[in-house]
C-alpha cells in the first residue's frame, strides 16, 4: 500500500510501533514522506490545550510540518500538491470534544476533495466499552469541538468513527473518503486498554482518561 507513493502523515507522539515513531518505522523501510501534518498539541504533543501550533520542520528528518492547529484546520490542494497517499495514525481517547476526530474530518475532506486516498491505522479506545450522553444537537452548537451528532462518549474507535463519517454522508457535499482502515489485531471493545503513551498534556494517565 505505501510502495513507490510519496506520502503525508498526520501524526503526533502516539504514533508509535513499539518504543519507535511510525515515521522514523516508515523512512528506515524506505518509504517516501513528503510532508507531516500536526494537530492540536503539536507533532511531538508537548503543547497546551488550546495553543496554536506553528509550521515547521521537524528537527530529527528534516521533514515539513505544517500545523492544523493554528492559521487554518484543513489542508488546502497545495499543502496536497504532490502527495499520493495520505497516512493517519493518532491515539483517540472516545469523548466528542477531543479534537483529533475533528482534525480527522478535515483531512478526508480534504483528500476527498483532491482524490487523495487515506489510510488509518486504527487503535484501541479506551473509553470504548460504553457509551453515553446527549446527542450533539449540530443545528445550534457544531464546532471544532463538536462537528457530529453524536453523544458525549461515542464508543467507537477512530477507524470505526472514520468509516462512520464517510457512511453518514457527513463530509461536506456528501462527499466521501477513499478510505482503508487498518483494524487492530484482537482488539475487542469490553476489554481494557490503558494508552502507552499520554495522548495530551492534560491526560496523563488512565484515571484522567476514564474521568
Known sequence: LLQDKQIAMVVNQTSTIGERHLVDSLLAAGMVIKKIFA???GFRGQADAGEKVSDGKDAQTGIPIASLYGSKR????EDLAGIDLMIFDIQDVGARFYTYISTMHYIMEACAENNIPMLLLDRPNPNG???DGPVLDTSKYR?????HPIPTVHGMTIGEYAQMVNGEGWLAGGQT????????????HDRPYILPIKPSPNLPNNRSIYL
Do not use: D, Q, W
Open 177 to 188: 473518503c477513499k478510505l482503508t482502515v487498518i483494524p487492530c489485531e484482537n482488539y475487542r
Open 143 to 147: 464546532s471544532f469541538v463538536g462537528m
Open 39 to 41: 494537530p492540536e498539541h
Open 74 to 77: 484543513k489542508p488546502g490542494a
Open 129 to 131: 466499552h460504553y457509551v
